[in-house]
């Protein structure tokens, strides 16, 4: 069989990637998202400021306060809040149209016939929307930036966390869009099944909000909730991972069935076959999970020496925890004792027992009893701090509390920042500069020509035509 | 050189295309002639692996080749296709110029060929259906699979327009490449194919050169529409 030499000069990627750019930078898109992405940033971040300065008042006199002020907190979750925003309900919009215009105008036809595999155009399309998503990313950036030049301090690794989150999110819901856009025939029906799959984790939040059992672990998978723990300054790698592997496998099977060339029955065998490999690979890496705590407070762990002493247990831990979901003594004790123990103690196995929701009408003698069991032994507490509690586990294991120098107590970052820059930044300057990046998009050919070809062009324009079009 | 043996394919309970069988030889112009709705699309889908088929195989040089590998050998040009509606012409050429590795004399020839000059800063969405199917021809003419098919070249082309790319066509037909084009204008595909493939309600009605094809309907220095009506 004749086998034509049909390869692009420097690979495929070197042609797509280019084209791919400069197609998401010709469509509108991309410039509406960051004109409205900069208003939302500005004003998420001169709001959040304003706040902090506030409580940064009081902080003056009283050191106790100073130490609760956190940036991380007080400005830049709240800040990057927007881009959250835009990951969800803009950004879909950028990933589908990459897919959906090719499928729309008939250009896929064309593109399955070009001499490289569907893989490198999926691959070149994945490459620019990361690009452009650091793109959108920009204004955050330069909220941290400004927060930085007015004096504020940045603490780098929870930073970089919280940014690691945001993008760990975008990576999963451009995996939706793009599946969405394979299987939808037209945009706005990719737009309404991306919508509808970030509405749905929302639901499944407040549904499990407050209940245990298969709903709580659904809703552990869900994107609002892997984002919550790098918003709280946790990293975990069984999150970052799964995230990737989630985004992965739907970019796959977007690419499964985009491909007009492949039967359906074949499409079903090899989407499930992804599904199986995804679930098997995100199993194996939940085995061991690393998680770090990139807070500068520290607040996401125990005490160095406790955390060296509960790392050294072998054995199981049950902790029977006989309160309500909704009860605030459980909602304390989840966040300063329990999701501790998890990342502390290597096996560990929690049970939340009762018989409502709230606890409000509980009447039962033992309800606020909080059951540990180590080793064969047993003790009981309705303590939910960890002051009580780690002595208790402990004096079940039989151990002594390692001795390890312990971190400098955290000691806050009060300030009274002034927003006029900001305000002319995201108000003003950052939107000119937008609006002058979109007319300048508009300009760009498709590839880049070479000078040959720009000859070329500038010869046959000279040309008279010889009909009517 | 393309041999297609008992092609078959079904929408629902309707038969599109039934036990299609033909070939094709190199260097040949071949017109898939037949009215609109005959399945003459279908069958460019599904020979150019677009569409599964329910039955049958299609083979190169006596070999079987799979849906996946046809692009090696054969690149098809649908007919409602509009590529990258928001960029110029010229960015549109130039992309598939570079894709298919070819040098800029050959971009610069291809554009010449079908006179495309003037609409090169024109976004394509903007053409006229004309030079849109002159667009698609050039990329057609800058692809170098061996054989190209073309689903209603002509479609939105005056008569010089026609006259001119039946030129072009001829042009790009030689002893490496061989054209497979569905044509619904039976004067058309006369004055431009060397041989047909009469196709009526799913299957095929006839093979051969005009000669051949005179000679199943009784003889006589017919037309091919007289032909084709005798046949089908």
């Not at chain 1, 639901?203 to 709580?216: I, S, T, W, Y």
């Not at chain 1, 909602?331 to 502390?344: A, G, H, Q």
Request: proline share 5%.
């Amino acid at each position: 069989m004749p086998s034509p030499e049909i390869r692009p000069r420097g690979g495929p990627l070197f042609v797509l990637v280019p084209k791919e750019w400069r197609d998401t930078l010709a469509g509108h898109t991309i410039w509406v998202l960051l004109l409205l992405l900069s208003a939302l940033v500005g004003y998420s971040y001169t709001q959040a400021v304003s706040l902090y300065g506030e409580a940064s008042k009081s902080a003056q006199q009283l050191p106790e306060v100073a130490r609760s002020l956190s940036p991380l907190d007080g400005v830049f979750v709240p800040t990057f809040g927007a881009l959250y925003l835009a990951n969800t309900f803009l950004f879909p919009f950028i990933a589908i149209r990459t897919i959906a215009s090719e499928k729309q105008t008939g250009s896929l036809k064309l593109l399955l016939q070009l001499p490289c595999s569907l893989s490198t155009v999926v691959a070149a399309k994945l490459f620019v929307l990361l690009a452009v998503w650091l793109i959108v990313a920009v204004p955050c950036l330069s909220a941290v930036a400004l927060w930085s030049l007015s004096g504020g301090h940045v603490g780098w690794a929870e930073v970089a966390n919280l940014f690691l989150g945001h993008l760990l999110y975008a990576a999963v819901v451009v995996g939706v869009a793009l599946l969405a856009a394979a299987l939808a025939e037209s945009s706005a029906t990719a737009a309404i099944l991306t919508l509808a799959a970030t509405l749905a984790f929302w639901v499944l939040d407040f549904a499990a909000a407050g209940e245990g059992g298969v709903l709580k672990n659904l809703s552990n998978l869900s994107l609002t909730t892997l984002l919550r723990g790098f918003e709280q300054g946790v990293f975990s790698s069984t999150a970052a991972l799964g995230a990737l592997i989630a985004g992965a496998l739907l970019v796959s099977i977007a690419g499964i069935w985009v491909d007009l060339r492949i039967t359906l029955a074949r499409k079903l065998l090899t989407s499930s076959l992804a599904v199986v490999l995804a679930v098997g690979v995100a199993a194996g890496v939940a085995i061991h999970p690393l998680y770090v705590d990139t807070t500068q407070d520290a607040r996401n762990s125990f005490a160095l020496a406790d955390a060296a002493t509960l790392a050294s247990l072998d054995k199981p831990l049950q902790v029977l925890v006989r309160l309500a979901p909704e009860d605030p003594r459980y909602i304390d004790f989840e966040r300063k004792v329990l999701s501790k123990l998890r990342r502390s103690v290597r096996h560990i196995v929690v049970t939340p027992q009762s018989e409502t929701r709230s606890g409000l009408f509980e009447n039962s003698d033992s309800y606020g009893v909080v059951l540990y069991r180590y080793d064969g032994k047993q003790a009981e507490s309705r303590s939910t701090g960890e002051g009580e509690v780690l002595p208790l586990i402990y004096g079940l294991a039989g151990i002594e509390r390692k001795a390890v120098p312990d971190r400098d107590p955290y000691p806050g970052y009060p300030l009274q920042a002034r927003t006029d820059l900001a305000q002319v930044w995201f108000y003003a300057l950052l939107p000119l500069l937008i609006v002058a990046g979109w007319a300048l998009a508009q300009r760009q050919p498709m590839v880049w020509p070479s000078p040959a070809s720009q000859a070329i062009t500038s010869r046959i324009r000279t040309r008279r035509p010889f009909h009517g079009g | 050189m393309l041999k297609v043996q008992n092609i078959s394919r079904r929408f629902g309970p309707m038969f599109a295309l039934a036990d299609i069988t033909f070939t094709a030889r190199r260097g040949e112009i071949l017109g898939l002639i037949g009215p609109n709705g005959a399945g003459k699309t279908t069958l460019l889908e599904i020979l150019s692996g677009m569409l599964s088929a329910d039955g049958g195989s299609v083979l190169w040089e006596g070999s079987l080749l799979p849906a996946l590998r046809r692009k090696q050998v054969m690149f098809y040009l649908p007919e409602a296709v509009t590529p990258y509606p928001d960029r110029r012409a010229i960015d549109v050429l130039a992309l598939f110029a570079q894709l298919f590795g070819q040098p800029d004399d050959r971009l610069a020839a291809a554009i010449e060929d079908l006179a495309l000059s003037p609409i090169l800063p024109t976004r394509v969405g903007a053409l006229s259906k004309g030079y849109r199917r002159r667009l698609l021809l050039a990329l057609g003419l800058l692809a170098p699979q061996p054989l190209i098919m073309i689903d209603e070249p002509f479609d939105g082309l005056d008569l010089k327009q026609t006259r001119e790319v039946t030129g072009v066509l001829r042009r790009l037909c030689g002893a490496d490449r061989t054209l497979l084009l569905s044509i619904h204008q039976l004067s058309d595909a006369e004055r431009l194919c060397d041989r047909f493939v009469l196709v009526s309600g799913g299957s095929v009605r006839g093979e051969g050169n005009l000669e051949d094809l005179r000679a199943r309907t009784g003889g006589g220095h017919v037309s091919l529409e007289e032909v084709f009506l005798a046949l089908t």
